[in-house]
């Protein structure tokens, strides 16, 4: 099954930036897409747009720190679309600081979130893939996870994770599950707010304001990736400002 059209998606982080976006240009393509994420006003939002739209969305709470909510999230696809086609694991966090400030709660969080949160989507949707004898992991990492700079030890590590799950993923998925990993750059989300430390999180938003590209630029590379015929895996896309360093 190729092309976009029909298809069901499954997306984590969805009430807002790259996942809304992402949402949006999908459903207007022609999928059936599940949107999940914490906020439950977001989802809600985001889907009336959808149908408003003349598209198909069902929203449901969904905290990828939990593993039963992961499940949650593919049964409702399975059950209201008989199917998943693309699970779509964009949720993520970024409360970055250096380590001398010792937080470990965000540490915590961001292993959670960014890493256990991957591991919960493949455990829900892999079976299910297996099943069906097709599938598509599409996840979100990061620039982060390509090249560490000061202030994003934790946050790099996470993403770097994120990058070394997948690519074993792809490696063990066979030739019916395809895995895609897509790592953007600065983009113009609110992933400034999530740190806790003034000066970094000044330095993040002067560094957005001056550099940052839409998330409509990520949702077209997801796009594009899902699109392909089902023998064309494309396996990592970067996406960042040409004026980033």
């Known amino acids: 099954m190729s092309g976009i059209d029909g298809k069901v998606v499954a997306i984590t982080g969805a009430g807002s930036g790259i996942g809304e976006a992402t949402a949006l240009l999908l459903a207007e393509r022609g999928a059936r897409v599940v949107l999940g994420g914490r906020r439950t006003e977001p989802l809600a939002e985001v889907a009336a747009r959808i149908e408003k739209a003349g598209g198909v969305a069902v929203p449901i ?12 999230l593919v049964a409702l696809a399975r059950e209201r679309f008989g199917r998943l086609d693309v699970l779509f694991g964009n949720a993520g966090v970024g409360p970055i600081s250096p380590l001398d400030d010792l937080r470990v709660d965000e540490w915590d969080e961001m292993v959670d979130v ?3 949160g991957l591991l919960h989507g493949i455990a829900a949707a892999l079976p299910v893939f297996r099943a069906q004898g097709s599938g598509h992991f599409v996840t979100t990492a990061s620039t982060a996870g390509l090249r560490v700079a000061p202030n994003m030890a934790v946050y790099a590590g996470t993403k770097f994770a994120v990058r070394a799950i997948c690519e074993g993923l792809r490696q063990e998925a066979g ?4 895995v895609t990993t897509v790592s953007p750059g600065v983009i113009a989300t609110g992933f400034a707010e999530a ?5 970094v999180r000044e330095q993040i938003t002067d560094m957005r304001d001056r550099l940052a590209i839409p998330p ?3 949702a077209r590379a997801v796009a594009f990736a899902i699109e392909q015929p089902a023998a064309v895996d494309v396996n990592e896309i970067v996406v960042r400002p040409t004026a980033q360093a």
């Not at 709470?61 to 949650?72: C, G, I, K, M, P």
Request: glycine share 0%; net charge positive.
């Open 114 to 116: 960014n890493v256990k």
């Open 175 to 178: 030739d019916s599950v395809r």
């Open 216 to 218: 409509d630029a990520i």
């Open 195 to 199: 740190s806790t430390n003034s000066r």
């Open 61 to 72: 709470r969904t905290d990828v720190t939990r593993r039963e909510d992961l499940h949650a």
